[in-house]
């Protein structure tokens, strides 16, 4: 679940603040890392920096690099997965709609990796 807030109640992504970016596929993989390594089910992301540096649309790579980096592949017997929760701060209007759009894509992703693991 992502969370649109300008002050944040969760803990912040550890590593992510004031790091700079040559290029899209960097911002993915930087974000998917850090939620791989992250120990706790809730954290913050502040995007005003990436923001600022690469412009709003980054914003779209950054939470797509989050959202992948949550997948875990369905176990057998079934075993729950963790429910993420996520607070972006630091985002204007606009930036909110391609990140709705990217959680839509992530998801779908999500989907098609459970498929193709199935026996």
């Known amino acids: 679940m992502i969370r649109f807030c ?3 109640s969760f803990p912040p992504l550890a590593g ?8 899209r596929v960097q911002v993915k993989e930087f974000f998917a890392k850090a939620v791989k390594e992250w120990n706790g089910t809730s954290f913050s992301v502040d995007l005003s920096g990436l923001v600022g540096q690469m412009g709003w649309t980054a914003a779209g790579d950054a939470v797509e690099g989050l959202l992948l980096g949550t997948f875990v592949p369905e176990r057998y ?9 996520m607070e972006l701060t630091g985002l204007p209007d606009g930036a909110q709609d391609i990140v709705r759009e990217t959680e839509t894509i992530a998801e779908s992703v999500f989907w098609v990796r ?5 026996p």
Do not use: H, I, Q, Y
């Open 16 to 23: 992510t603040e004031g790091k700079t970016f040559s290029d």
């Open 114 to 118: 459970d498929m193709t693991n199935r």
């Open 77 to 85: 017997p079934a075993v729950p997965r963790k429910k993420w929760e």
């Open 6 to 8: 300008s002050l944040s």
